[in-house]
């Protein structure tokens, strides 16, 4: 069985410009969840979805968003990037209670 | 509120000692589900355990090993006879939003097991 898959693995980008991520879950899994990890503030939740629907938040500005679309394929969306924003970001599917993570596309802002 | 915290940041050990990474987390629901991932310099995060809030039964799989203690709302991690593959950062979280998998992750550990 496939893991979860990620797009791009790796991005750069100029402050004030937008970015588009992918995540493909693993098949069957409805709910996928999107993590950012940086050297200072670690692993934070951003935002679960299940059902293309976003069922919990982080404390993330409203820059962050997501989407999720009918074959449970998920997208978030960073807009006005901020040199803060060069992370790991992490996506996981799921089907019961434990998250299966992608390998992450890394993204720098310059 | 919620909080998972592993206080050693960095652990050094030689191949074939055991090491153990600590995990204390904080709830104030009596439902919650704990869980240990690993990742390896790779990036992606590896699922090792999960363990709900009603099973306190210590778990061995291998050489790996984890100590569940409500009293002292710990969530311990072993591994016996380290290898230098196990050389990665470990983390521990905590998810307690019912119906939903928010989970809290601790700081991680990173352990260096030298040959």
């Known amino acids: 069985k496939a893991g979860v898959t990620q797009t791009p693995r790796y991005l750069i980008k100029t402050r004030g410009q937008q970015v588009t991520l992918s995540c493909s879950p693993i098949s069957g899994h409805r709910s996928v969840s999107w993590y950012q990890q940086t050297p200072g503030q670690g692993l934070q939740f951003l935002f679960e979805?299940?059902?293309?629907?976003?069922?919990n938040k982080g404390n993330f500005p409203g820059r962050f968003s997501g989407r999720q679309f009918s074959n449970s394929r998920s997208e978030m969306n960073v807009s006005t990037l901020e040199l803060g924003d060069s992370a790991l970001y992490l996506c996981a599917s799921s089907l019961t209670n434990e998250q299966f993570f992608g390998p992450g596309t890394r993204l720098t802002v310059l | 509120a919620q909080k998972v915290t592993q206080a050693q940041t960095e652990i050094s050990v030689v191949e074939k000692e055991d090491v153990t990474l600590d995990c204390v987390y904080e709830?104030?629901?009596?439902?919650?589900?704990l869980f240990w991932y690993k990742q390896p310099p790779s990036g992606e995060l590896v699922f090792l355990i999960r363990r709900n809030s009603f099973d306190e039964q210590n778990e061995i799989s291998g050489r790996y090993s984890w100590n569940f203690q409500k009293s002292t709302s710990s969530f311990n991690f072993t591994i016996t006879a380290s290898q230098v593959v196990d050389s990665a950062v470990y983390f521990c979280?905590?998810?307690?939003?019912?119906?939903?998998?928010?989970?809290?992750f601790g700081t991680g550990t990173r352990l260096k097991v030298l040959a």
């Open positions: 979280a905590l998810s307690d939003s019912p119906g939903t998998y928010k989970y809290i």
């Open positions: 709830t104030r629901d009596t439902t919650y589900y």
């Open positions: 979805y299940f059902s293309e629907t976003q069922r």
